[in-house]
């Protein structure tokens, strides 16, 4: 996508790539910076970011993770917004410094944390962008799964209803969605039989209602099911959502998926 | 693929029978809440907090409130007593029993009971003790534990209940019809309350500012307990307590639907005290037992809001991993995350030996959102984590941080790892000696590593 911007926006916004992204992913990233860029928003990518510090947060090694988290902190200081393509992470820095720093307040982690958002929740209620014009090519059903990190906060609706106003697009409700897919960071690698019960039922509900395509905002969810759902031989096309914002966009000359 | 987690490995042992109809009624009961509780309330969410923030603002002066209870309960004509421990609630109410003479009692459902093994405890002192909950009863036949705070037997089906029941000669044949189980038992429990010199209650909520014990249940068995029997001796944990009788309106609506999907229990009796002069029956004498047994250790803890539990359940219903694994492999009374927070707390000294269970959590967050009282579940348990390893418990199958830590405050290492992790797209790891990856590999593909590309493309365009 090399279109100028619709409307110069003068805003300017910290990407948070996520580890993920950094090692299988890079086409999620790419797709936040294409997307934020055609809406204005200058995208700057501080090269020295890792992680959130997650995965030893969650593990209990507050010690560790409070190391990483530290270092992120000093890596995306300043006063522009940090934008992430994950509800996890985005959750990370808003709740989860909160617990870890609890015994020793720290300025930057607050901003870190004031200043963080999922990119759709961005999109939706930062940028008050409230409908998208996008088309697919088909009819498309989409089986959208609002990733646990996010309970609670607006990227759900966000982008139920910015995928909904693309055109062709159904997002499809399935059962029980108010359950967690199993990945779980460590967790499924502590809990491997839980965790791979876990998705199996999750996928079974989602591709019930027979889905073209499976859409998060978490690519860590989705990297489970996906891997889950190869191994069972049903395997889906599966996207972040901010690739589905890209990839739809009508503009000249240019295919859709 | 091997687990080596307790509770990961106790779902892969769980009979198909057993973890269907854990999974089916746990899932049918987080639907019939969330149907209810949403017809009723336009936003239940506000209600739930501000049954929180009471339950909070109690447990911030508990003693102030334990004191009001007292004097009103005493002013009743109750006899209150205060247990420090398991064991001396277990005590005091043996003594209690033996006072008066008692040999033989009925008891009607109690988490408090169970948490101290009153049963066999009682049992083995002499005393003969049904449990007269439908679901407790069942337990007790067939020498089993409950297995989720409200629905005990979640983890049978009626098939089950019907070779029991046939076993044990409460029915002379087989018959698996629910209706004619409940009858079956109906009949047999009725002789046996009208023999009791006592019955045994918990309490769902005790009001500071009159003294009046709220009970809920569906069967009435508490009431029938109560109603030959000239003894009463409540168990109550000491959190139970709530400052005014008007509390109850947001407690009572939000318990029922959250427990069981019922606006409210079929069953909810008002304990006043004592059969008074003009009462026609009902037990002359009425103790209340308040039991600590580690609730001022939690108290002091950095875990203190899993004490606004109102024992419903909702928690439980909607784990996912409960749902896998059931209440059994918990390990203790209390399981799923409220157990999790829980145990692990209250039996302070098995502390190392219940650890794992505040890890067996995707931290998914379910339970907070169903949370009558809005206990942040996730939180609790991830301080837990943190306590475990400061105080060095072992956990098994962890997965070591420091390395992690090491290379994610390191940006250059960082980014070298990045595009070396490329070098695995074309190494056989699925022949790689590491026990972690193989249990992944084992389920699930890997997607290809494309380590370092985006900032790549991101150079190339900031260079343009």
């Given at each position: 996508?090399?279109?100028?911007?619709?409307?110069?926006?003068?805003?300017?916004?910290?990407?948070?790539?996520?580890?993920?992204?950094?090692?299988?992913?890079?086409?999620?990233?790419?797709?936040?910076?294409?997307?934020?860029?055609?809406?204005?928003?200058?995208?700057?990518?501080?090269?020295?970011q890792?992680?959130?510090?997650?995965?030893?947060?969650?593990?209990?090694?507050?010690?560790?993770?409070?190391?990483?988290?530290?270092?992120?902190?000093?890596?995306?200081?300043?006063?522009?917004?940090?934008?992430?393509?994950?509800g996890?992470?985005?959750?990370?820095?808003?709740?989860?410094n909160?617990?870890?720093?609890?015994?020793?307040?720290?300025?930057?982690?607050?901003?870190?944390?004031?200043?963080?958002?999922?990119?759709?929740?961005?999109?939706?209620?930062?940028?008050?962008?409230?409908?998208?014009?996008?088309?697919?090519?088909?009819?498309?059903?989409?089986?959208?799964?609002r990733?646990?990190?996010?309970?609670?906060?607006?990227?759900?609706?966000?982008?139920?209803?910015?995928?909904?106003?693309?055109?062709n697009?159904e997002?499809?409700p399935?059962?029980q969605?108010e359950?967690?897919?199993?990945?779980?960071?460590?967790?499924?690698?502590?809990?491997?039989?839980?965790?791979?019960?876990?998705?199996?039922?999750?996928?079974?509900?989602?591709l019930?209602?027979?889905?073209?395509?499976?859409?998060?905002?978490?690519?860590?969810?989705?990297?489970?099911?996906?891997g889950?759902?190869?191994?069972?031989?049903?395997?889906?096309?599966?996207?972040?959502?901010?690739?589905?914002?890209?990839?739809?966009?009508?503009?000249?000359?240019?295919?859709?998926? | 693929?091997?687990?080596?987690?307790?509770?990961?490995?106790?779902?892969?042992?769980?009979?198909?029978?057993?973890?269907?109809?854990?999974?089916?009624?746990?899932?049918?009961?987080?639907?019939?809440?969330?149907?209810?509780?949403?017809?009723d309330?336009?936003?239940?969410?506000?209600?739930?907090?501000?049954?929180?923030?009471?339950?909070?603002?109690?447990?911030?002066?508990?003693?102030?409130?334990?004191?009001?209870?007292?004097?009103?309960?005493?002013?009743?004509?109750?006899?209150?007593?205060?247990?420090?421990?398991?064991?001396?609630?277990?005590?005091?109410?043996?003594?209690?029993?033996?006072?008066?003479?008692?040999?033989?009692?009925?008891?009607?459902?109690?988490?408090?009971?169970?948490?101290?093994?009153?049963?066999?405890?009682?049992?083995?002192?002499?005393?003969?003790?049904?449990?007269?909950?439908?679901?407790?009863?069942?337990?007790?036949?067939?020498?089993?534990?409950?297995?989720?705070?409200?629905?005990?037997?979640?983890?049978?089906?009626?098939?089950?209940?019907?070779?029991?029941?046939?076993?044990?000669?409460?029915?002379?044949?087989?018959n698996?019809?629910?209706?004619?189980?409940?009858?079956?038992?109906?009949?047999?429990?009725?002789?046996?309350?009208?023999?009791?010199?006592?019955?045994?209650?918990?309490?769902?909520?005790?009001?500071?500012?009159?003294?009046?014990?709220?009970?809920v249940?569906?069967?009435?068995?508490?009431?029938?307990?109560?109603?030959?029997?000239?003894?009463?001796?409540?168990?109550?944990?000491?959190?139970?307590?709530?400052?005014?009788?008007?509390?109850?309106?947001?407690?009572?609506?939000?318990l029922?639907?959250?427990?069981?999907?019922?606006?409210?229990?079929?069953?909810?009796?008002?304990i006043?005290?004592?059969?008074?002069?003009?009462?026609?029956?009902?037990?002359?004498?009425?103790h209340?037992?308040?039991?600590?047994?580690?609730?001022?250790?939690?108290?002091a803890?950095?875990?203190r809001?899993?004490?606004?539990?109102?024992?419903?359940?909702?928690?439980?219903?909607?784990?996912?991993v409960?749902?896998?694994?059931?209440?059994?492999a918990?390990?203790?009374?209390?399981?799923?995350?409220?157990?999790?927070?829980?145990?692990?707390?209250?039996?302070?000294?098995?502390?190392?030996?219940?650890?794992?269970?505040?890890?067996?959590?995707?931290?998914c967050g379910?339970?907070?959102?169903?949370?009558?009282v809005?206990?942040?579940?996730?939180?609790?348990l991830?301080?837990?984590?943190?306590?475990?390893?400061?105080?060095?418990?072992?956990?098994?199958?962890?997965?070591?941080m420091?390395?992690?830590?090491a290379?994610?405050?390191?940006?250059?290492?960082?980014?070298?790892?990045?595009?070396?992790?490329?070098?695995?797209?074309h190494?056989?790891?699925?022949?790689?000696?590491?026990?972690?990856?193989?249990?992944?590999?084992g389920?699930?593909?890997?997607?290809?590593s494309?380590?370092?590309?985006?900032?790549?493309?991101m150079?190339?365009?900031?260079?343009?």
């Amino acid at each position: 996508m090399s279109t100028p911007s619709v409307r110069p926006l003068n805003q300017r916004v910290l990407l948070m790539g996520t580890c993920l992204c950094d090692a299988f992913f890079d086409d999620v990233a790419k797709a936040t910076v294409e997307v934020l860029e055609h809406l204005g928003v200058s995208v700057d990518f501080p090269e020295n970011q890792t992680c959130c510090s997650q995965p030893a947060f969650n593990s209990g090694d507050w010690e560790s993770s409070r190391k990483v988290a530290r270092h992120c902190a000093e890596v995306f200081a300043g006063e522009v917004p940090v934008i992430v393509p994950s509800g996890s992470c985005a959750a990370m820095n808003r709740h989860g410094n909160k617990l870890q720093f609890e015994e020793e307040p720290n300025a930057s982690i607050d901003s870190l944390a004031k200043r963080t958002r999922e990119v759709i929740d961005f999109i939706f209620n930062d940028l008050n962008i409230r409908t998208w014009p996008g088309k697919f090519a088909q009819p498309t059903r989409i089986a959208f799964h609002r990733s646990c990190h996010s309970r609670g906060t607006k990227t759900g609706e966000a982008v139920r209803t910015l995928l909904s106003s693309i055109e062709n697009a159904e997002v499809v409700p399935f059962g029980q969605s108010e359950q967690c897919c199993g990945f779980g960071g460590t967790f499924s690698v502590t809990f491997p039989h839980i965790s791979g019960q876990m998705g199996t039922l999750k996928l079974d509900h989602m591709l019930e209602i027979r889905p073209d395509m499976l859409v998060g905002t978490d690519m860590s969810c989705l990297m489970h099911l996906n891997g889950l759902a190869q191994n069972q031989g049903r395997a889906i096309p599966q996207f972040h959502a901010i690739q589905i914002l890209r990839d739809t966009l009508v503009k000249p000359n240019q295919s859709n998926p | 693929m091997i687990g080596t987690q307790p509770i990961d490995l106790y779902a892969r042992k769980i009979s198909d029978e057993k973890q269907g109809s854990v999974l089916d009624g746990s899932s049918k009961g987080t639907e019939k809440r969330y149907e209810v509780l949403h017809k009723d309330y336009a936003d239940p969410d506000s209600l739930r907090k501000l049954a929180g923030a009471i339950k909070d603002h109690t447990l911030h002066h508990l003693g102030d409130y334990l004191a009001k209870a007292e004097a009103a309960l005493t002013k009743r004509g109750a006899k209150v007593h205060f247990a420090a421990t398991a064991e001396d609630a277990r005590q005091e109410i043996l003594s209690i029993l033996r006072g008066h003479g008692v040999t033989q009692l009925t008891k009607s459902k109690s988490m408090a009971a169970e948490e101290i093994h009153l049963n066999p405890f009682l049992i083995e002192n002499g005393i003969e003790c049904l449990e007269s909950d439908l679901g407790e009863f069942i337990v007790q036949l067939d020498n089993d534990e409950p297995s989720h705070i409200v629905k005990p037997i979640i983890h049978k089906n009626r098939r089950e209940i019907a070779r029991t029941f046939q076993r044990e000669g409460i029915a002379a044949d087989y018959n698996d019809d629910p209706e004619t189980i409940t009858r079956r038992a109906r009949v047999h429990l009725r002789e046996k309350y009208m023999l009791a010199q006592a019955g045994i209650t918990g309490a769902n909520f005790v009001c500071a500012d009159t003294g009046r014990l709220t009970l809920v249940t569906n069967e009435g068995n508490s009431r029938f307990g109560m109603a030959p029997a000239p003894v009463h001796i409540a168990l109550v944990g000491i959190e139970k307590v709530i400052p005014r009788e008007q509390d109850l309106s947001v407690f009572l609506n939000l318990l029922g639907r959250s427990a069981t999907g019922q606006q409210l229990t079929v069953y909810t009796e008002f304990i006043n005290g004592p059969k008074s002069a003009n009462q026609p029956d009902g037990p002359e004498h009425m103790h209340v037992v308040f039991m600590d047994n580690g609730r001022t250790d939690v108290l002091a803890s950095n875990c203190r809001e899993i004490l606004r539990c109102i024992r419903c359940g909702a928690c439980q219903n909607v784990c996912p991993v409960y749902r896998q694994a059931s209440g059994h492999a918990y390990r203790s009374t209390y399981g799923g995350p409220v157990g999790a927070v829980l145990s692990p707390l209250l039996f302070g000294d098995r502390f190392p030996e219940l650890a794992d269970l505040p890890k067996a959590s995707s931290l998914c967050g379910a339970c907070n959102e169903v949370c009558p009282v809005d206990i942040p579940i996730p939180d609790l348990l991830l301080r837990l984590r943190d306590k475990a390893k400061r105080e060095g418990v072992h956990s098994p199958a962890a997965v070591p941080m420091t390395p992690f830590s090491a290379l994610a405050t390191s940006p250059s290492l960082w980014r070298t790892a990045m595009t070396m992790s490329k070098a695995m797209n074309h190494l056989p790891i699925h022949v790689a000696p590491i026990k972690p990856l193989q249990d992944w590999l084992g389920q699930r593909t890997l997607p290809e590593s494309r380590g370092g590309d985006f900032r790549k493309w991101m150079k190339t365009r900031q260079s343009k």
